[in-house]
C-alpha cells in the first residue's frame, strides 16, 4: 500500500500534485464562474456576513492563517483565525451574520467539534472544510466542502494541508465572487494559477534531492528556527511543528519581523534558521526579510532561504538555497510547505524514528 515508499508520509507528500488538482476539479462553469455546488449556503446569506471566524487545531490551523491573508485581501470581510480549544471559553462574538469555517482533515477532532456546536448555538453559519466524507464534523456543519487528497494515514499532514490550503482559496474566491469583489477574468485568472500548482509542485519533489542531503547533514541540529512573513509566516509554523513531531527537534517558527523582538537571542552557529522568502513584486516585505536572513547570518546562523527561482539577492545570503517555482504571494504556502514537508520526514527517518507513528501522538484528536 505503500507503493514503493517507506512511509505513507513520504507517499502522501508526493500525491500533492494530484490530491491538489482534484480538489480543483470541475470549478469553473462554462460562464466562467467558480462553483462550489457542494456549498449549501445560499449567495444572499453569503451577502450578508460581517464577518469571517476560522477556527481549527495544529496544521489545520495554519491553513486557516493562510485563508485570512487571502479572504481579507480578495473580499474585504474581516477575518479571524482562532485555536479550536480556546474559542468557546473567551465567550467569542458570533451571531447569524457571522461565517464560521472549520477546517479538519479528519473532521474529528473534539476541539474543533466543540467549537462549531459553540458557533452554531449562537445561530453562526458554519461550513466545514474537511477531507473525510461523512465524518461528525461536516455533518454537523450548515455546509462543507471536501478536500480530494485521498485518505491520509500518516499523523503528519501534509496532503491534508495543502488540499485546506486549495479549499480555503476556493472559498475565499466564491466569497468574492458572489459579493461582486471579483469578476470572471479575474477568477479565471487566479484559477488558472491555481491549476499550475500541481505542476509546479511536482518540479519541487523531483528536485528534493537537495532537501535530502541537507536533512542527513542537520541530524544533529538540537533546535532549529523558522522565519516567514505575511503568508509565509504559517508556512514557517507548519515547518516547525512537522520538525518537532516527526523529528522530536525542538523547533520555532517566529514571523521574520519579530526577530529584533526577542528570536535574535537564540541565534547562534548552531542554530540552522530556515527562511521564506516573499516572491519578487512584493518587495518591501522582500527586502526586510532579506535583512533578517543577513542579520541571523552575520551572527553565525547557517541560512537555508527558501525563495523564488532567480532571486539572487536570496541566494547572496543563502548558506543553503530552496528555489520555488515563480507564483504570487498568497499562492506560495502551496509551493514552500513541500520541501519543509521533505525535510521533516527525512531527518526523522535519518534518526531511525517511525515517521507514520510518532510518540505521543494520534491522527485525530478525539478528546478535548
Ligand atoms: O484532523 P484535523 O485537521 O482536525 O487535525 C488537526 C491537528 O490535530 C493536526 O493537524 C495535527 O496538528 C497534525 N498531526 C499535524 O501534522
Redesign the pocket.
Known amino acids: 500500500q505503500k507503493q514503493g515508499f517507506d512511509w505513507y508520509m513520504r507517499k502522501e507528500i508526493f500525491e500533492q500534485p494530484t490530491a491538489v488538482a482534484d480538489t480543483l476539479l470541475g470549478r469553473l462553469n462554462d460562464r466562467g464562474e467558480l462553483v462550489l455546488d457542494e456549498l449549501r449556503i445560499s449567495p444572499e446569506t453569503l451577502r450578508r456576513i460581517n464577518k469571517v471566524v476560522i477556527v481549527?487545531?495544529?496544521?489545520?490551523f495554519y491553513a486557516g492563517l493562510v485563508a485570512k491573508y487571502a479572504i481579507e485581501h480578495w473580499t474585504r470581510i474581516p477575518c479571524e483565525v482562532e485555536l479550536a480549544s480556546e474559542f468557546r471559553y473567551r465567550d467569542p462574538i458570533v451571531d447569524p451574520m457571522t461565517l464560521v469555517v472549520t477546517?479538519?482533515?479528519?473532521g474529528e477532532?473534539a476541539d474543533?467539534l466543540m467549537a462549531i456546536r459553540h458557533a452554531r448555538e449562537q445561530h453562526a453559519k458554519v461550513v466545514a472544510i474537511c477531507n473525510t466524507n461523512g465524518a461528525t464534523i461536516p455533518r454537523e456543519s450548515d455546509a462543507v466542502i471536501y478536500t480530494h487528497a485521498g485518505p491520509e494515514i500518516g499523523?503528519?499532514?501534509t496532503k491534508?494541508f495543502t488540499t485546506q490550503l486549495v479549499a480555503c482559496y476556493l472559498l475565499g474566491l466564491y466569497l468574492a465572487q458572489v459579493r461582486g469583489m471579483k469578476y470572471g477574468d479575474e477568477i479565471a485568472a487566479l484559477l488558472g494559477e491555481l491549476e499550475r500548482m500541481p505542476a509546479a509542485i511536482q518540479g519541487l519533489l523531483d528536485n528534493s534531492q537537495p532537501v535530502l542531503d541537507l536533512a542527513a547533514e542537520l541530524a544533529d541540529a538540537t533546535s532549529v528556527l523558522f522565519l516567514g512573513r505575511h503568508v509565509g509566516y504559517p508556512v514557517a509554523l507548519e515547518g516547525a511543528?512537522?520538525l518537532k513531531?516527526l523529528a522530536y527537534i525542538h523547533a520555532e517558527g517566529f514571523a521574520a519581523g519579530e526577530l529584533k523582538h526577542g528570536p535574535i537571542a537564540l541565534v547562534s552557529d548552531e542554530l540552522p534558521v530556515f527562511v521564506i522568502v516573499p516572491p519578487r513584486g512584493r518587495d518591501q516585505l522582500r527586502d526586510k526579510v532579506i535583512s533578517n536572513i543577513a542579520e541571523v547570518r552575520a551572527r553565525g546562523a547557517r541560512t537555508i532561504v527558501l525563495a523564488e527561482a532567480g532571486d539572487e539577492e536570496a541566494r547572496a545570503v543563502a548558506s543553503n538555497f530552496i528555489e520555488l517555482p515563480k507564483v504570487s504571494t498568497l499562492l506560495q504556502p502551496l509551493l514552500a510547505v513541500v520541501p519543509l514537508q521533505l525535510f521533516a520526514c527525512e531527518l526523522a527517518t535519518v534518526k531511525g524514528h517511525d515517521v507514520d507513528q510518532p510518540r505521543n501522538?494520534a491522527k485525530?484528536?478525539t478528546v478535548e
Open positions: 481549527a487545531c495544529g496544521t489545520s477546517i479538519s482533515q479528519s477532532t474543533t499523523v503528519a499532514s491534508g511543528l512537522k513531531e501522538l485525530s484528536v
